[in-house]
């Protein structure tokens, strides 16, 4: 099982503003490791949306954004468009386990 | 255009073995770390493994240790992963990623930027 929590799904209008929150431990996220996060539209390899806490690669819209506080961090899209729909997941590095750890994943869907 | 092309997946039976190949183009190769995820039947992500750029040194998931090795050859531009004593559980879309580092520690910092499409293993008598 993931030590990454997120919510199983999330949904919203189109335009509308959703967030994904991710909860880790003091031995991931609360240890300052930093959080990533990738989408993954259906039938497809996951892409990378927001890395370092809150940085996007070139190509990304600023709908999306990050950001990180004490054990949790969280992803906004802003302006939900119909293409936004997909599974989210976060990832970052847990010292107790040693290894790269990624979150449950999270369902959005456009209503 | 930065590429990564999955091969090797296949139906393998318990006990069995598989190698993983990933074909990497438009990039220097060697200059990066790589990785290994997958991705069960309707389930989330699990990072497997993870290799330096050199090659030097490798990580794994506690749950494929002593079973999967990683490895790449710089010279053909290609990432490896030898699966052995594959077990059901293991069945899954294997994913190669790309880090925009060289080394496997940076992937704390900066994530895995370019992924593969996949190539799937079934595990199964």
């Known amino acids: 099982q993931s030590v990454l929590t997120q919510p199983p799904s999330v949904s919203g209008a189109p335009g509308q503003r959703v967030t994904i929150s991710c909860t880790g431990s003091s031995s991931n996220i609360g240890a300052g490791y930093d959080v990533h996060w990738y989408q993954q539209l259906p039938g497809t390899a996951p892409k990378l949306l927001i890395y370092?806490?809150?940085n996007r690669p070139s190509g990304v819209p600023d709908r999306f954004s990050g950001s990180k506080s004490g054990t949790s961090a969280s992803l906004a899209i802003t302006g939900l468009q119909a293409e936004d729909e997909a599974d989210y997941y976060c990832q970052s590095y847990d010292s107790s386990l040693i290894l790269y750890v990624f979150g449950t994943g999270t369902k959005v869907t456009v209503l | 255009e930065v590429q990564l092309l999955e091969s090797g997946g296949g139906l393998v039976q318990p006990g069995g073995s598989l190698r993983l190949s990933c074909a990497a183009s438009g990039f220097t190769f060697s200059s990066y770390a790589m990785s290994w995820v997958r991705q069960a039947p309707g389930k989330g992500l699990e990072w497997v493994s993870a290799i330096s750029g050199s090659g030097g040194s490798t990580y794994y998931a506690d749950s494929v240790k002593g079973r999967f090795t990683i490895s790449r050859d710089n010279s053909k531009n290609t990432l490896y992963l030898q699966m052995n004593s594959l077990r059901a559980e293991d069945t899954a879309v294997y994913y190669c990623?790309?880090?925009?580092?060289?080394?496997?520690?940076?992937?704390?910092?900066?994530?895995?930027?370019?992924w593969g499409q996949g190539t799937t293993v079934t595990v199964s008598s």
């Open positions: 370092g806490n809150s």
């Open positions: 990623a790309k880090a925009p580092v060289r080394e496997v520690a940076g992937m704390r910092y900066y994530g895995m930027d370019v």
